[in-house]
């Protein structure tokens, strides 16, 4: 947020324009994160629970803590959603 309302011109009021701007490189974050969503929405709830740790359909199968080495946190979700 702070970034997006840096970028607006701190000498003048915002335009019309520059809200447009400011709009449209916010459209496509926003999209990603909506797609994301959905995408984690629609193939959770099979996973949530199941126990399963299927190495053939299992999203998030991380044998051995392999995983592990990268650091604290959700690796193979969406960017976006582990982000915050």
Known sequence: MREAL????AQRPPTARDWAR??????????ERIDALVELRDTTSGCIGCGCLSTSSCPI??????RGAEG???????AGLRDG
């Open 6 to 9: 840096d970028s607006l011109p």
């Open 72 to 78: 604290p946190g959700a690796r193979r979700w969406p």
């Open 61 to 66: 199968y991380n044998p051995g803590d392999e």
């Open 22 to 31: 400011l709009s449209r490189r916010w459209h496509d974050a926003l999209q």
